[in-house]
């Protein structure tokens, strides 16, 4: 493939998929003894399709990307599953059917990132599944779904393409606690009701926990809610989603490790990223601040939030009501559950760099002129005390530190 066609493949294929990224402005040149695929640098991984290919495109970012860890899909492994799924439809995109195989291209990106090769067309195919079902209703309210693929499984059932037109599957899972099992050829061979007690600290929406807690040991799980998103799930963590006909690739302890305040709290970094996870899929919206210590001692964050709404100092029933439910807690010690309802109050929650609460929903005192929206407008006055972060109500989470966007915060 020639360099400008798959520059133009990854511009609308590839670079979509990871936050912040872009293609440099020029390849570089490649011998036959170069990777396909390889890091150059922590940010930057340079790709090509074949090894006839005499160049090779870069793939970078400000934000640093994953080092493939225990248990986790990196960068790099989505960039290899991006050149492979194009090279296996290179000869046929100047076909009249060209443009349908684009269509499929990110539908095979995600396979090959969560599959083995085994795998992969299952994984296509229950996603197609889910797609389907997203367009249906059932006695008049939207389907939510969970699929999950054991390849280890045994035995031979109705095929998924067979039951899927049929109106009593669309709830035989309910996205949550139960879901439907299929082996390797994509064959219903089971059933399993989940723990949904299970609240451990996983990198999944906490209403998908134990559909993402299932999807462990090369199992693979893919979950339909009622807003029509998919969620794509292995390793025991959410790996990519599908919102608004858009996938996006999630790297999360590379965020976790990468969010620059608070610094020496790994633990308090964890929860509000987890949290922000849990508040953008229940489309609550939220906005959560983390105040530096020299702005707390000063008292420099009541420039922004009303005595009336400050949890120490008010009187107030809802600073009151407040301190009832939280207990003297820091935030990272609460229920995960407590946490999103918290930040779905309307107004800001403010944090000191302990987790401690300073204020939960606060109306901030934003500076004249700001624009893009309340939460927006908080987040970015938030961040020149510390952090600031806004969840809006279509799931978009956007992070600003010193008044600036935040990249290491780019999730969706």
């Known amino acids: 493939m020639q360099e400008p066609r798959l520059r133009e493949l990854a511009n609308e294929y590839l670079v979509p998929l990871v936050a912040s990224s872009r293609i440099e402005g020029e390849g570089q040149l490649a011998g036959p003894g170069m990777k396909n695929t390889a890091f150059l640098n922590p940010q930057r991984i340079a790709f090509r399709l074949a090894k006839t290919d005499h160049f090779r495109l870069v793939l970078t970012r400000n934000q640093i990307f994953d080092k493939r860890g225990e248990g986790r899909i990196s960068e790099l492994t989505l960039v290899r599953a991006f050149t492979e799924a194009l090279a296996d439809v290179e000869q046929a995109l100047d076909k009249p059917y060209g443009a349908t195989l684009l269509a499929g291209l990110q539908s095979a990106i995600v396979a090959k990132s969560v599959a083995g090769y085994a795998l992969e067309s299952t994984v296509v195919r229950v996603v197609n599944a889910l797609e389907a079902w997203a367009a249906r209703l059932y006695e008049g309210g939207r389907i939510s779904a969970a699929i999950g693929i054991d390849g280890t499984a045994i035995g031979a059932g109705v095929t998924l393409e067979q039951i899927i037109r049929e109106d009593f599957a669309a709830v035989l899972s309910n996205g949550f606690d139960t879901l439907l099992v299929v082996n390797g050829q994509a064959e219903v061979v089971g059933y399993r009701c ?3 007690d299970s609240l451990a600290s996983t990198n999944a929406p906490l209403r998908q926990s134990a559909v993402a807690e299932w999807a462990n040991d090369g199992k693979v799980a893919v979950a339909l809610n009622r807003l029509g998103e998919l969620m794509v799930f292995a390793n025991g963590q959410l790996v990519f989603s599908r919102r608004s006909g858009r996938w996006y690739f999630l790297t999360h302890e590379p965020v976790i490790t990468q969010l620059l305040k608070p610094k020496n709290n790994r633990e308090l970094r964890r929860a509000v990223y987890q949290t922000c996870l849990d508040v953008s899929f229940a489309r609550t919206g939220g906005c959560i601040g983390v105040v530096l210590n020299e702005f707390v001692r000063k008292s420099a964050w009541h420039d922004f939030v009303p005595r009336v709404d400050d949890r120490m100092e008010s009187t107030s029933i809802k600073a009151r009501t407040i ?18 309802e918290l930040l779905a109050i309307d107004g800001a929650t403010l944090l000191d760099q302990e987790g401690q609460f300073l204020a939960v929903g606060a109306i901030l005192k934003i500076p004249g002129g700001s624009t893009g929206g309340g939460r927006r407008a908080a987040a970015i006055a938030l961040s020149r005390m510390g952090l600031g972060i806004k969840i809006s109500q279509d799931g978009a989470i956007a992070a600003f530190i010193g008044g600036q966007p935040d990249p290491a915060v780019a999730v969706m």
């Open 194 to 196: 989940l723990d949904s």
């Open 323 to 340: 301190a009832s439910v939280t207990q003297a807690h820091a935030f990272q010690h609460l229920d995960r559950r407590t946490r999103a």
